[in-house]
């Protein structure tokens, strides 16, 4: 999967397009130092989400915004 574009939605939360899912936008909310899903406006003309593509989605907005390793060091990673 390959971001397509981003951007700054309002405070605290970026808009985030992928070629997997070209129809479907999904919003992720900056905590602490990273941002995770929190939402998405998903059209039927794209695949379902699974919890593997919420995932990678979380890891390449992370990645682009160079937040990565904080994303890879988060609490709740070692519970599951």
Known sequence: MKILRWA??????????????????????????????????????????????REEINILINRELGREHAYLQRKTRNLT
Do not use: M
């Open 8 to 53: 700054y939605d309002r405070r605290g939360v970026v808009r985030g397009y992928f070629d997997r899912f070209p129809h479907t936008t999904f919003y992720l909310k900056r905590i602490r130092n990273y941002y995770f899903l929190s939402a998405a406006d998903w059209n039927e003309s794209d695949p379902e989400v699974t919890p593997a593509d």
